[in-house]
């Protein structure tokens, strides 16, 4: 079972730039394709970006194409998402997401697709 660890979140003015990583460990990395989601309170954790395992194919909800990139290091255990041009309504709690890949994946899943969760980290945008 992978245990997934967030870090890089902060407060940052609007027009600013961050980058997120998650550290896994517990598992084969390599083996899952890897989503970053953000939630607001009120509302549901909604997909923000995703890699598949074998960092071939890439997917971006359309809100954030051009300003954010998803990345991993299978070498270092580690995802990225790198947030540039950031804006008031990006903020959100970020989190990592990591499923078990066999086959033919879909990186548009939602939520319900990812068993395997970090505790999340803040990420403010001031305006």
């Known amino acids: 079972q992978v245990q997934l660890v967030e870090s890089g979140g902060g407060l940052v003015q609007a027009g600013g730039s961050l980058r997120l990583s998650c550290a896994a460990s517990g598992g084969t990395f390599s083996t899952y394709d890897m989503a970053w989601f953000r939630q607001v309170p009120g509302k549901e954790r909604e997909l923000v970006a995703s890699i598949s395992r074998n960092e071939r194919f890439t997917y971006n909800v359309d809100s954030v194409k051009g300003r954010f990139v998803i990345s991993r290091d299978n070498t270092k255990n580690t995802v990225y998402l790198q947030m540039n041009s950031l804006k008031p309504e990006d903020t959100a709690v970020y989190y990592c997401?990591?499923?078990?890949?066999?086959?033919?994946?879909?990186?548009?899943?939602?939520?319900?697709?990812?068993?395997?969760w970090g505790q999340g980290t803040q990420v403010t945008v001031s305006s």
């Open positions: 997401a990591a499923q078990p890949a066999f086959g033919v994946t879909d990186l548009r899943r939602g939520a319900g697709g990812y068993d395997y």
